[in-house]
């Protein structure tokens, strides 16, 4: 078994597809390089990136799945699990060795997996666009700190652009040290050092800004605090299921959360 290295971008995972069928060399694991892992014997590749190379790659899968399974593709990438890169490797060459479509040939077990991974990252891309708390600074900018499971940032840009068209906001991603920022006219990419606003990222409570905030935001944290309060029916208690809809590792964010 080959072992192909890659830079853990889209576009060395093509790379990898596109040498694969260029040597005729399918028995394959994908791997990071910040992942590396290797027998004794194995041979070890390092695969370039190459602009030109995956885009040929991309088109051609574009022409041999559908709609729905490039989105699952791209959905699987962002979980940044190893164990789904090599999926959508193993997936690529099922889809152009064969002559008919793969997309619901969910007896195949990397369509499967696509199918089961774009789920779950689906589903972090719905929570966050739910669960996302913002504090308003002195210069006016929202902010929020996340650190989602999987890189979802680029999959609720379209979301919060449409529903704060005339805010400036951030949110920073802590866990991949980037963030999405939109200045009331287009969305940047933009990359900090996130201690620098919350000392608390490492220990899990709510975020604590050592920016400036605005002079209203603490009686607006208050107020939101007092009417969660307020709705909330103890005898009614069911902490089972209020964990289910949403899940601790986001109770961090919630301002609702803190007492």
């Known amino acids: 078994m080959a072992n192909y290295v890659f830079d853990g971008t889209m576009t060395g995972l093509l790379c990898c597809v596109f040498r694969a069928f260029q040597f005729k060399e399918f028995d394959v694991q994908v791997m990071t390089q910040d992942c590396m892992q290797t027998g004794l014997f194995d041979e070890m590749i390092q695969v370039e990136s190459n602009e030109d190379q995956a885009q040929r790659v991309w088109q051609g899968l574009k022409q041999k799945v559908s709609a729905n399974g490039i989105r699952n593709f791209y959905y699987t990438f962002l979980s940044e699990q190893i164990v789904a890169f090599q999926h959508l490797f193993n997936f690529s060459v099922y889809a152009f060795q064969s002559q008919r479509p793969i997309d619901r040939d969910y007896g195949h077990v990397d369509v499967l997996g696509l199918s089961q991974w774009s789920k779950q990252v689906g589903r972090e891309k719905h929570r966050m666009e739910a669960f996302v708390r913002f504090k308003k600074c002195q210069d006016g900018l929202f902010l929020s700190l996340v650190r989602p499971d999987f890189n979802v940032l680029p ?6 652009k449409s529903r704060y068209q005339d805010q400036k906001w951030l949110i920073y991603d802590e866990k991949r040290h980037y963030g999405i920022y939109y200045d009331l006219d287009q969305v940047h990419q933009v990359h900090m050092n996130a201690l620098e606003i919350d000392q608390t ?3 899990g ?3 604590s800004f050592s920016v400036e905030l605005d002079d209203e ?13 307020s709705v909330n029916i103890k005898a009614r208690k069911n902490a089972k299921l209020h964990i289910q809809y949403v899940p601790k590792r986001y109770w961090r964010y919630m301002n609702e959360k803190i007492i």
């Open 155 to 160: 999959l609720i840009e379209r979301h919060f």
């Open 201 to 203: 990222i490492q220990s």
């Open 205 to 207: 409570f709510s975020q």
């Open 217 to 229: 935001e603490v009686l607006y944290d208050q107020l939101w605090k007092d009417y969660f309060n």
